[in-house]
């Protein structure tokens, strides 16, 4: 499932900001990006993450905000601070000039003095990255149960579709016996050129016929798989690798129907409900 969640947390002085942004994805993976002086801290923001989605590839951006308690300090470069004393006492002899460099001339020089961050306090940053996070994921928890909500309405819509074609393939299975009776009838009947026929012996063809092509059991399994599946769909917790394995059944059980029949119309009904069930497929990708 996409979607896309935002927070912000403070403690001890400590502010951090938490993004994330999810696309569709077969498992839960986590991709932290988290700057440098935070990176102990990734082991916990994947936990946590990976605690709370179950799928999908989440994207997870750390920032820790400049400018606060603990944010930014002016710090010394003593080492070039005395560089430039030494420049400028090597000057005075060379030229002959009085004095002694001051600290207002050596702060004054470019790069001496600088505004840096300084080292976060790890127990505060730990504290600011869990509210952060735990935010963002409830942000995004929000936005991809939305998104959740119409795909369980347009999965039901497309269950609902098979459902009316596995009843129309049951209304049609029995009409391909009764054609296949008129047809040997007629046939033999033809062959024979006017010779009595045994109805015995054309049962038996027929009644052969009719056990080679009846689809009584995966019109059942259909229906349980079928039931299953909305089960899932109304249920809270994860469904999406169960509706995948779901959807493959419903599929082996359509094409089992089809190698099976030989009516026009049912060979129809499969092919559409064959394109229906792709479509399933295509939507179930995104579910969590």
């Known amino acids: 499932m996409t979607g896309f969640g935002a927070g912000r947390g403070e403690a001890g002085g400590e502010a951090v900001s938490v993004e994330l942004r999810s ?7 986590v991709k932290p990006r988290v700057p440098r002086e935070l990176a102990a801290l990734e082991p916990e923001l994947v936990k946590t993450i990976r605690a709370r989605v ?13 400018g606060g308690a603990r944010g930014s300090a002016p710090r010394a470069d003593l080492a070039l601070a ?19 460099p001051s600290v207002h001339d050596l702060v004054a020089m470019e790069g001496v003095i600088s505004i840096g961050d300084t ?10 990255l869990q509210q952060a996070l735990s935010a963002a994921i409830d942000a995004l928890d929000q936005m991809r149960r939305r998104e959740g909500e119409a ?13 009316r074609g596995a009843r129309e393939v049951a209304r049609l299975a029995p009409l391909q016996v009764d054609a296949v009776r008129e047809r040997l009838a007629a046939r033999i009947a033809e062959l024979t050129r006017g010779v009595s026929l045994d109805p015995s012996r054309l049962a038996q063809e027929v009644a052969v016929f009719a056990d080679r092509t009846d689809v009584t059991e995966e019109l059942t399994r259909l229906a349980s798989h079928l039931a299953q599946a909305r089960g899932l769909i109304t249920s809270q917790a994860p469904a999406g690798r169960k509706l995948e394995f ?16 030989q009516h026009a119309g049912i060979a129809g009904t499969v092919v559409e409900l064959k394109a229906e ?4 497929r295509e939507q179930v990708q995104n579910v969590e």
Do not use: H, W
């Not at 696309?23 to 993976?29: A, Q």
């Not at 795909?151 to 459902?163: S, V, Y």
């Open 23 to 29: 696309v569709n994805g077969k498992f839960c993976e």
């Open 54 to 66: 179950s799928r999908g590839v989440i994207d997870a951006y750390v920032r820790r905000e400049p």
């Open 82 to 100: 005395a560089a430039y004393a030494k420049a400028f006492r090597d000057l005075k002899e060379s030229l002959g000039l009085a004095g002694e």
């Open 119 to 128: 080292a976060p306090d790890p127990q505060a940053a730990a504290s600011a």
């Open 151 to 163: 795909l369980a309405r347009d999965l039901t819509a497309r269950l609902e579709a098979i459902e």
């Open 246 to 261: 779901l959807v493959q059944e419903l599929n082996r059980e359509i094409n089992t129907i089809g190698s099976k029949s």
């Open 277 to 280: 069930l792709e479509r399933i």
